[in-house]
């Protein structure tokens, strides 16, 4: 640090701690069963729909814009 003294050492911890502060909040705000209900939500959505054409449905909207 003494090496660099243009460096203003007390606002890159001050940085430093308010990033931690906020990655902390963020971390504790996530509900572990609200994280698995988003997976499970996200894991069927990933599935493929037999009744679902989505070649076709492309085209339908395509063929709409012209």
Avoid: C, Y
Wanted: charged residues 55%.
């Amino acid at each position: 640090m003494k090496r660099l003294r243009h460096v203003n050492w007390s606002e890159v911890v001050r940085n430093a701690i308010k990033e931690r502060i906020r990655l902390e909040e963020r971390r504790r705000l996530r509900d572990p069963e609200e994280v698995r209900d988003a997976i499970r939500i996200m894991d069927s959505l990933r599935r493929r729909r037999p009744e679902f054409d989505s070649t076709g449905e492309i085209r339908k909207w395509r063929e709409q814009r012209r």
